[in-house]
């Protein structure tokens, strides 16, 4: 198969290993040489101490992902096909040229592969998770190679069942993003949020609906932040607790931009601002005699 030839030769450039992943497996291992920590753990494989230190070793990381992301789509495997990628991969690294590790300070620690760490590997790919065409094609017609392979990657590993109402919003918003100076160069955040908003919405869903009833709950959250920002500047932790303040931690900066996506998501496949996905809607505020009476209904009235 063609695609398990393309992620072996992938593999065989050497799997690189990031100072995270590094500083990790020193630890574990009692070692302070990158490379002399693979070496023991390739000692002690079999253990189970060993097993999630591998799967740090044995994982795709987004260079090899956007380097095969096209091979994948082109074989646009299901759960079996995946599985026989996985085996034949499997077999063509361990029975060919040795394996290396990419260290982060550019060197290389040979490695002693098995077949279940490649298959590891292959499933951690996702294969049989590719996009519908019609995404696959948005992508490649409207975005540059590169920003393609990525938002590609991006929706193999969204994990969404791919319903209609699910396929449409993501495909208008695709569609449009591309045409949009500002969005475009931000798409990918754009589709990483519209993914998280999808697996919030369930598989079917309206979209008005939806977005207005998440719109909803980031003013809210907005609303918290805000108060929390003020209540820190008069007044000490200690102090806020000893009043009986215990409200959750709501971190303004990712609301807004969480805010900022729905908005433009909103602009994007129903024309709308984001302020403009609620209807009007009436409140009882009371009665009021007078002007000042009425002030005050407004002034008391509880937020939307």
Do not use: K
């Amino acid at each position: 198969m063609e695609t398990a030839q393309a992620i072996a030769e992938q593999i065989r450039t050497g799997i690189p290993l990031t100072p995270g992943d590094a500083e990790a497996l020193c630890q574990a291992t009692s070692e302070s040489d990158p490379a002399r920590a693979l070496a023991r753990l390739a000692a002690d494989a079999d253990s189970s101490e060993a097993a999630p230190l591998l799967a740090l070793v044995y994982s795709p990381g987004p260079e090899a992902m956007r380097t095969l992301e096209p091979a994948l789509a082109q074989a646009n495997l299901e759960a079996a096909g995946a599985a026989r990628l996985a085996e034949e991969t499997a077999h063509l690294v361990v029975t060919g040229p040795p394996v290396a590790a990419r260290l982060p300070d550019s060197g290389r620690a040979v490695l002693a592969p098995r077949l279940g760490d490649i298959r590891d590997f292959v499933r951690r790919l996702r294969p049989e998770a590719t996009a519908p065409l019609e995404l696959r094609t948005l992508l490649a017609q409207r975005f540059p190679a590169g920003t393609a392979a990525e938002l590609a990657v991006l929706l193999r590993h969204s994990r969404l069942a791919w319903t209609p109402a699910r396929l449409f919003f993501l495909a208008t918003l695709l569609e449009r993003a591309e045409s949009s100076g500002d969005v475009a160069r931000n798409v990918n955040a754009l589709l990483a949020w519209a993914v998280a908003f999808l697996d919030l919405a369930g598989g079917d869903f309206e979209p008005r609906a939806a977005l207005a009833q998440r719109r909803q709950a980031l003013v809210q959250q907005l609303r918290q932040a805000e108060f929390q920002e003020l209540a820190q500047e008069r007044g000490s932790f200690e102090v806020r607790l000893s009043q009986g303040m215990r409200l959750g931690h709501v971190h303004g900066p990712d609301v807004r931009a969480e805010l900022e996506r729905l908005d433009q998501a909103a602009a994007l496949v129903l024309g709308l601002p984001g302020a403009g996905l609620e209807e009007p809607r009436e409140r009882d505020l009371g009665r009021a005699d007078d002007a000042a009476a009425l002030l005050r209904l407004l002034r008391e009235a509880p937020l939307p």
